[in-house]
């Protein structure tokens, strides 16, 4: 409820009601986001490292839900003078601790299911109460501004009241749900090479990446709305509100449909069908804006329209179900390869490339109308303006959305293939190769802490346990050298093999290297040209998120050094990286 809150009247609030200046509240969102993108990967990560005694997830909800109701009531309350400031203060905040209470809640849906079609079920009834909270905070707060017209009040009792809700329900979290016990071998898994594994290696995974990433680079549906209903139909806040209740609405009540359907045609189809249906309703919004608004001819045609827009608003968040559950299932595969259980970290993954391709969503849009003569003083915008807003929200969206619906055509995980991936790990505790069938490869046993406590199991049986022992140091090298080498490609290990572990240190050096410099000229280039920040913000984002790599690939060679890794291991461990593909 709070982040739909935040997301639907933020832009309107600061622009149109406090008259913000749209470059300004652009250059605060950029930076928002190149702050926040840089924290998903490293949260993703602490979380599934985390040991207490009341779990991995628990004391971060407990930590980041009251930061995160305190910051988004005061983003509503900024000085007079200091505006777009205030917002990126408390917005950044905001935002940063919604996402850390966000990943903790994803990674304990998926820890406590683990069956194919219960796991679509949890994230159904999931889903369902994020709609009503969505419902209650995108479409109230406007519907209580017709009566009040104290705008600033208005959202402040509103944050008040949301905040006794939370409070309320994360009590509730806190007091039933219990978590699985973790294996002490998680705390091992370097964040580097915990990454590169995800996506370079887990394919299932990068389909589903890709898919979801097309979505939020599509224009939003969320932070748009209210320029469209408000421009390009002219209509009053009444209507935004009716429209979000409707498409909410629409897909509370459909959910359980869409869910029956994705257990009897699969979860990938399911998705991909609300995805293609998504697409083709999208492309109609451009309409409204070529006809006269005034008659009764376009009234119609808008009430049809918007009743359109509802049926694709249940297909939407209808596959925000499915990509959670989906995503459970590649973790599920990710520890087939790997014996980790790493919720957060692929959780954050994915929502790091969803940050980071969400600017083409949010601000590039805002950017292009401004472009198009958009003038927030003004009541009633021009046609070009009208034109523009329809279009980006229309059919640039729609072909987003399409080519994410395209991409499912090769996803992998099925239910039949879903099975053979838990078989796979029950061969795995009991020190047996396990089949992949995703590459069709045979997968070793890790010799893990897992597997440590495997050996306990055949403690009456000394000939089984000196088997199981024995196969698990055969096909594995040691567990930590494992991970630091995934810090490095084929290639760079098979020049290590030939040249020495200081052939690493160069090309890492150099590397690092270009992209201090590639950060610098971005710099300089919206030192001399503020006007251009906002587009070169994606390089920045790009550049800097690149020398922290690089710091973790030189960290890496250091470890190596230490380590003093013998020629042949490394050698081993590039047919290792072979085997799985």
Not at 7 to 28: G, H, M, P, Q, R
């Amino acid at each position: 409820m709070f982040s739909s809150f935040y997301n639907v009247y933020s832009a309107i609030y600061y622009t149109e009601t406090l008259k913000t200046d749209i470059t300004a509240f652009n250059d605060a969102t950029s930076l928002q986001s190149l702050i926040i993108v840089l924290e998903f990967p490293l949260f993703g990560w602490l979380q599934d490292i985390t040991r207490t005694r009341f779990g991995r997830r628990k004391p971060w909800l407990m930590v980041m839900v009251p930061l995160m109701f305190i910051s988004t009531t005061l983003v509503w309350f900024p000085p007079s003078g200091w505006k777009a400031g205030w917002y990126f203060l408390w917005g950044t905040i905001s935002l940063t601790t919604s996402f850390a209470t966000l990943t903790p809640y994803s990674a304990l849906g998926v820890e406590i299911s683990h069956d194919y079609n219960q796991r679509s079920v949890l994230f159904c009834f999931s889903t369902v109460f994020h709609l009503i909270g969505y419902l209650i905070g995108s479409s109230f707060p406007s519907f209580l501004c017709n009566f009040y017209s104290d705008t600033q009040q208005v959202y402040f009792w509103f944050s008040i009241c949301a905040t006794l809700l939370g409070i309320f329900t994360f009590t509730l979290l806190f007091v039933f749900i219990r978590e699985p016990e973790y294996k002490e071998s998680d705390n091992r898994v370097p964040l580097i090479s915990g990454l590169r594994f995800a996506l370079l290696y887990n394919k299932p995974f990068q389909l589903l990446l890709i898919c979801v990433t097309l979505q939020n680079a599509a224009p939003s549906l969320v932070s748009f709305l209210p320029f469209w209903v408000q421009y390009t139909l002219e209509l009053s806040d009444m209507w935004q509100s009716l429209l979000i209740s409707l498409s909410v609405g629409l897909g509370i009540l459909t959910i359980p449909i869409f869910t029956v359907m994705s257990t009897k045609f699969g979860k990938s189809r399911t998705y991909q069908l609300t995805l293609f249906g998504s697409a083709f309703v999208l492309i109609l919004i451009c309409l409204p804006g070529y006809l006269p608004l005034k008659t009764l001819f376009t009234k119609i045609f808008v009430t049809v329209l918007i009743t359109i827009y509802g049926l694709n608003g249940t297909a939407m968040t209808f596959s925000n179900s499915l990509y959670l559950s989906l995503q459970g299932d590649v973790i599920d595969y990710d520890e087939l390869l790997t014996g980790l259980r790493r919720e957060s970290q692929y959780t954050n993954v994915m929502q790091f490339f969803n940050w980071l391709f969400n600017l083409t969503g949010s601000v590039l849009p805002l950017a292009a109308i401004n472009k198009l003569g958009y003038n927030e003083t003004l009541q009633f915008q021009s046609n070009t303006v009208r034109y523009g807003i329809g279009y980006i929200l229309g059919p640039v969206a729609a072909l987003f959305i399409f080519a994410a619906a395209l991409i499912l055509f090769f996803y992998p995980i099925t239910h039949e293939t879903f099975m053979k991936i838990k078989k796979g790990l029950q061969d795995h505790k009991h020190g047996l190769d396990a089949f992949d069938p995703i590459t069709g490869k045979m997968v070793p046993p890790h010799y893990t802490a897992q597997t440590m406590r495997m050996e306990s199991m055949f403690s009456e049986d000394a000939e089984a346990q000196e088997s199981f022992v024995l196969r698990s140091h055969q096909t594995n090298i040691d567990f930590d050298l494992k991970w630091i080498l995934l810090h490095f490609a084929k290639i760079e290990l098979e020049l290590a093999a030939k040249k020495g572990i200081h052939i690493l240190w160069l090309t890492n050096s150099l590397f690092f290297s270009s992209w201090v410099v590639g950060f610098s000229g971005g710099i300089v280039l919206t030192t001399y040209h503020p006007q251009l920040f906002q587009f070169v913000c994606f390089w920045l984002l790009f550049c800097l998120s690149m020398m922290f790599y690089s710091l973790g690939q030189l960290l890496a060679v250091w470890q190596l050094y230490k380590l003093k890794s013998p020629p042949q291991q490394i050698k081993d461990f590039t047919r290792f990286l072979n085997s799985i593909g």
